[in-house]
């Protein structure tokens, strides 16, 4: 066994001893067999965000090949409210780098996740998945460089009440059990995410934490490594699923939305981004941010707005958006600052050698630590479409690396201030606002159509079909009319509970 697959979690890449990207039929098929498992699971997202299943049982190796060589016919009009049911039919072809092990079925099962082809066997062109490989792939053509993403899932867990060890209220952040009532849960999570090929950084608690007639609010919070921008969305869809799976089995509720109820820290699903050239991460340079790097930041600024079309799909994603609640609400960046919609996280970056100082016993290493910086994007939250959300990140990261003035406009929009505290007064006031509505997002989305279908990433009545339905929701002065009424505030929480 190599020292890739040693460690490796994902019982394929230990038995197969390759990582999954090298995975092929017939190494699955060995797999397969080898560890007698009975049942195939076809995995794939239709317009609602959610991981729909087909079930297999093998019945013959002839029908286990027939299956991973053509996949299967499935009802577009059922999963795409976009498509005619006249003419319905698309296949869905098994991806095998995705394949994991089922962790909860107790038949041995193996998963897949599949792509969506249209009659003629060309990529289905509306497919939020073919979107964003459209997108990567424009990117990379143009630009040489990989795009490579993280997503942050915070979550609540809704559990009953306990009296021993009672957290303090909004002050859950990195909390340890027994405060912390759900870390066995995370952990369980952290580990069958692993099993199923998700790369993990790390769990912790989050912020919030409250109680409500007699219920206990627990938040927490998995993150993951940056990876290739589409293995980076179809690794959150399948944590979110054993997130969810997982809650079921626990007798618990779990919940990705972005408000729960006033004045408690609400959930974002933050993204990490870098741009990679041969392996290596752009990001900085001579201890600085690099110019693609800035010019990147441009590019999400300025199509921040839109953006929220994919990242911030309902109603109370925009509860979550308002000053004083460590979310963006200005279309600023700067370093740490939790309140600017882009921020450059602490990176290593210190001349010192903060282990051999910590480990005196230790003799002084110099690590090139500058490949782990990233650039976070915080504005999108659970009820984002991941594909489409990451999809328009490339597309912006896309259009700030190529558009003029890039540089100058990042210069701009940098703030190294405390934008709420009356003195900087000034300097809020010369920034753009992010959207206060889903119906203010597809205005926005609107003018900014023609950056999303440029190069055939996007498709004109995708884009339309997205700003019909955010319009629909009628609720440019929602935020107003509800201000603080709880009792409202939690009627339009639990219609959008489990969003995405």
Known sequence: MNQFTAM????????????????????????????????INFRYVAWDGRLKTLNFIINSREHLESLLLSGERVDGSSLFPFVEAGSSDLYVIPKYKTAFVNP???????????????????????????????????LKAETGLDFETMGELEYYIIAEEEELYPAVNQKGYHESSPFNKYGDFRREALRLI???????????????????????????????????????????????????KLAYRYGVTITFAPKITVGKAGSGMHVHTRLMKDGKNIMMKDGHLSKEARKAIAGYLKLAASLTAFGNAIPTSYFRLVPHQEAPTNICWGD???????????????????????????????????????????????????????????????????????LEF????????????????????????????????????????DFYVKNGVFSENILHFIIKNLKAFEDKNLRKEMENDEGKIMQLVSKYFHCG
């Open 336 to 406: 740490r600052n939790r309140s600017v919609l882009v921020r450059v996280p602490l990176g290593w970056t210190a001349a010192t050698d903060m282990i051999a100082d910590a480990n005196p016993q230790e003799k002084p290493v110099s690590i090139d630590f500058t490949q782990k910086q990233t650039v976070e994007f915080r504005a999108p939250d659970g009820s984002a479409d991941i594909y489409l959300l990451m999809a328009g990140l490339t597309v912006a990261a896309h259009h700030g690396l190529t558009m003029e003035g890039a």
């Open 194 to 244: 692993a099993q199923s090929g998700g790369q993990i950084k790390y769990g912790h608690s989050e912020v919030g934490n409250f109680s409500l007639n007699g219920m206990n609010y627990e938040q927490n919070e998995i993150e993951f490594l940056p990876t290739n921008v589409e293995d980076a969305a179809d690794q959150l869809i399948v944590a979110k699923w054993i997130m969810r």
């Open 8 to 39: 490796n979690p994902n019982p394929l890449v230990q038995y197969l001893n390759k990582p999954a990207h090298e995975f092929t039929r017939t190494d699955l098929i060995r797999f397969i067999e080898d560890n007698d498992i009975e049942m």
């Open 410 to 449: 990042a210069e701009k929009t940098y703030v190294d201030v405390n934008i709420f505290d009356e003195k900087h007064k000034n300097k809020q006031a010369e920034l753009e606002q992010l959207p206060t509505s889903c119906v203010e997002s597809a205005e926005a989305l609107e003018k900014h159509l």
């Open 104 to 138: 909860f079925t107790e038949v041995p099962t193996l998963d897949l996740l599949c792509s969506f082809y249209d009659r003629h066997g060309k990529p289905f062109e509306s497919s939020p998945e073919y979107i964003l490989k459209k997108a990567h792939r424009v």
